[in-house]
């Protein structure tokens, strides 16, 4: 087929188009008069569906003068004109334009030929391809004198798909009765005589719906397409049942296929013909629309007038009424549509008139409810509020980069989020990364420094304070360093709580404590509930009223403006900050919440914690052993057995993932800091004997003080894989460092046995992205390793079997930490 064939053909046409078909392009422009193709969306159109554009002033062939093709001709209609005419004219657009838009001689000739092959191309053949192509073209009119639940449904998924809705009756007193049970609703055809008699665009579309029980299951994009389609100016939605007059049923048109009854609902039609439909109505309000509309349509003569038609196997309509087991779910790509069996069509709108299941649809469609992403409409009511999330950091504490990660994770609206950030200690701690990161995503950021000299009362205080003050301001947030939210929800939960004061229970792994007290003493301290074990425990779940919370809990800042308005609420000569606002909020007879029915975090250990190094959070694995797996284990590290991971690259060599990049990262960094990089001689003192036979360049993990925190890394996460491929085997370890490899300095290893029974050698950086070549070759087997992953361990035997050597680094920098295992 040839070029010019293939564009005669429906094309498909996406946003700004790309045709590879010049002398196409050269006809098209003329066809417009140089007018720009006004393809909107998506849209199938051939050349007979192409709106063109006369120049009144230059093209004497106008019979309108004017742009009006499309306003005073049918556009299912096709104007057609002889071939003989149709070579006339283009042979004028030939002499006419040839100055300005040089026609293809050739181009000129086939589509003659063509004509008079063919009799017709149907260059005038006019349709509303275009006009459907514009979505703003589409006006949805309904009438809402309430707003309800179904109406606030109803405006959800308008606006997730972006339609355009005028809303009549807002505010009036509904005088057109219980239309559900027995006839009414001419109070709907009054006002939508109203307003289209104030819409002067003959162009525009509308769509004229009830709002209480329908929802938007697509876009105006698909529903102008299959409007289109319909070949009609005015189609209404049908049913299966006829109502409210039985005795007019046989006067109502055959169809072929689908449903033979109007359904006043939903209708959708060019402004002229819908005008002209509610022209002659007088009724009362009480009066049935149904009805009103049912007579038209039956009317022979009126129905071919206004060009009405039904949607008869419901491909833009779909009344549930009388067709509840037709309709089903359909589930695709995160969005959610009603699929009508018996036609197997998906309506655009689904209108829930009568007793039907709508409601039910509702929870689904369009994406309220999805496989990918559950439910996404659950804080829709709240309109999310505005929360200012205090931040307290009041001791050095470990993790601190992954709290402002996990902060980042929260679900929930960063543009409905304040930060209040305190920090009340000196030296690396991340408050200037956190600004940086922040300041593009949230509200509002306020940092208070250590150079602000300001006591964690002052701050707390404060914290509350400026939430009190910000008229914009729904709940304050407060939330201590050391707290590890995992529960992405936590905040969505505790405001759905709806209660003045609420926290999420945490506590300390493999402990009892919690940020909660279960009763007080005699003089107001802690005390032990007969019930606090079972609630940290997890045996009774529920929300329980408690005489104090820290850490982490949620605050109603109206409660702040009322009953807490007090500026100095942390305050006391006594007792310190939390423990004095309990106090004071117990005192005004406020009542303190903490729930436990989701699992939300942990808070971690600071007693112990040292800022002595770089990465001082490597040195954690005692103090918070779950944090420390978190960040530092790779995460693939415990599907290991499960999974199969373990590889066998060279014979009774084994590769499996442990160390995440960040740990990898740390360790070279906290080595390169440290920077006491050993000579590479064979006389070592650091070893006993002081004599190395095969010396690298490299530390040993006992000179940064990290040789207990190592041996317990082996102990709990290596040991157990060589207890697994070395069963019976106890194991015991002895040496371990980290070694260097520079081209310019020690680029290999020459081939030796190791000092161990077997060896443990962990990569610490990239191949190709720190470093060039590098490597292990075992001599024995003639088998290479060239490609070291980061943070996967080689385990190999070290004596006799396993004689290797370190592949050249021919450039960059490679880092591997060795461990040495012996009986």
């Not at 002398?23 to 569906?49: M, V």
């Not at 230059?58 to 004017?66: C, D, G, Q, R």
């Not at 089903?328 to 018996?342: D, I, Q, S, T, Y």
Request: hydrophobic share 40%.
């Amino acid at each position: 087929m040839s070029g010019l064939l293939r564009a005669l053909v429906p094309l498909t046409w996406t946003g700004c188009c790309h045709v590879e078909q010049h002398s196409l392009w050269a006809f098209i422009n003329i066809l417009q008069d140089s007018q720009p193709l006004l393809i909107k969306q998506q849209c199938s159109l051939s050349l007979s569906g192409i709106l063109w554009k006369l120049n009144p002033e230059k093209n004497p062939l106008n019979p309108l003068k004017e742009d009006r093709i499309i306003k005073e001709k049918s556009v299912t209609g096709a104007l057609k004109l002889s071939a003989v005419f149709q070579v006339y004219f283009l042979f004028f657009f030939f002499f006419f334009y040839k100055g300005k838009h040089p026609l293809n001689k050739n181009l000129m000739l086939w589509l003659i030929a063509f004509i008079l092959k063919n009799g017709n191309i149907g260059i005038f053949s006019l349709s509303s391809s275009l006009i459907l192509c514009l979505p703003e073209k589409l006006l949805v009119v309904t009438i809402a004198t309430k707003d309800t639940d179904g109406f606030r449904r109803f405006l959800r998924s308008a606006k997730h798909f972006n339609y355009t809705v005028k809303i009549l009756g807002r505010g009036q007193k509904w005088n057109g009765g219980d239309y559900m049970s027995a006839p009414g609703g001419g109070q709907k055809v009054r006002l939508l005589k109203a307003a289209l008699e104030k819409m002067k665009n003959v162009d525009q579309i509308i769509l004229f719906i009830d709002s209480y029980d329908v929802v938007f299951a697509s876009s105006p994009k698909e529903l102008l397409k299959k409007f289109q389609q319909a070949k009609h100016r005015v189609v209404f939605s049908s049913e299966t049942l006829i109502w409210p007059d039985r005795h007019l049923e046989d006067k109502h048109p055959h169809v072929r296929e689908g449903n033979r009854f109007l359904g006043s609902g939903g209708f959708i039609g060019y402004l002229p013909n819908i005008k002209e439909m509610v022209a002659n109505w007088t009724g009362e309000d009480n009066e049935s629309d149904q009805l009103f509309f049912t007579k038209i349509y039956i009317d022979p003569a009126k129905r071919k007038s206004i060009n009405i038609t039904l949607d008869s196997k419901c491909r833009l309509f779909q009344n549930l009424h009388g067709a509840l087991d037709e309709v089903v779910l359909k589930f695709e790509n995160g969005r959610v549509r009603a699929r009508n069996v018996l036609y197997d069509t998906l309506p655009v709108i689904i209108h829930g008139n009568g007793p039907t299941k709508i409601n039910y649809l509702g929870n689904y469609i369009p994406s309220a409810w999805t496989f990918e992403t559950g439910c996404t409409v659950c804080l829709d009511d709240l309109e999310y509020p505005l929360v200012m999330i205090g931040i307290f950091i009041q001791q050095p504490t470990p993790f601190v980069t992954v709290f402002f990660e996990r902060l980042l994770k929260l679900q929930y609206p960063k543009n409905r989020l304040k930060l209040f950030i305190y920090n009340q200690v000196t030296g690396k701690h991340l408050i200037h990364y956190g600004k940086m990161s922040f300041d593009i995503l949230y509200q509002d950021i306020k940092v208070m420094g250590p150079e602000e000299e300001m006591d964690a009362t002052a701050s707390r205080n404060l914290g509350f304070d400026l939430c009190r003050n910000d008229k914009d301001c729904d709940y304050f947030f407060s939330l201590n360093i050391e707290v590890v939210l995992k529960n992405e929800n936590t905040l969505k939960i505790l405001i759905e709580q709806n209660l003045p004061i609420v926290a999420p229970m945490i506590t300390r792994a493999g402990r009892l404590w919690s940020n909660f007290w279960g009763a007080l003493s005699g003089d107001g301290y802690y005390a032990r509930s007969e019930d606090y074990v079972d609630i940290v425990q997890g045996q009774r779940v529920g929300v329980w009223n408690v005489p104090y919370v820290s850490s982490v809990y949620l605050v109603k800042a109206s409660l702040l403006r009322s009953e807490l308005k007090d500026y100095e609420l942390f305050n006391s000569p006594i007792l310190d900050p939390d423990m004095a606002y309990c106090h004071n909020v117990r005192n005004k007879g406020i009542f303190m919440y903490v729930t436990n029915m989701h699992t939300f975090g942990r808070i971690l250990s600071t007693e112990n914690y040292q800022t002595t190094h770089l990465h001082n959070d490597l040195w954690q694995i005692f103090e918070n052993p779950v944090d420390w797996q978190d960040r530092y284990i790779h995460a693939n590290y415990t599907h290991i057995m499960k999974d199969n991971l373990i590889e066998t690259p060279c014979p009774d060599v084994y590769w499996f993932p442990i160390f995440s990049d960040v740990a990898c990262n740390h360790i070279v960094e906290e080595m390169e800091h440290y920077g006491k990089w050993s000579g590479g001689a064979n006389v070592d003192t650091r070893i006993q004997g002081g004599y190395e036979n095969v010396p690298t360049i490299d530390i040993h993990m006992n000179q940064i003080n990290f040789e207990k925190e190592w041996q317990k890394f082996l102990l709990e996460y290596i040991a157990p894989i060589t207890e697994k491929m070395y069963p019976g085997y106890y194991t015991k370890f002895d040496l371990a460092f980290v070694v260097r490899y520079k081209q310019d300095e020690q680029p290999s290893l020459r081939p030796h046995h190791d000092a161990s029974t077997f060896t443990i050698n962990i990569a610490l950086n990239q191949v190709g992205l720190d470093y060039q070549g590098g490597g292990c070759r075992f001599l024995r087997y003639d088998c290479s390793i060239q490609a070291p992953r980061k943070g996967w361990a080689l385990m190999h035997p070290g004596r006799l079997t396993h004689y290797h050597e370190g592949l050249p680094t021919t450039a960059g920098v490679r880092y591997i930490a060795v461990s040495f295992v012996d009986p």
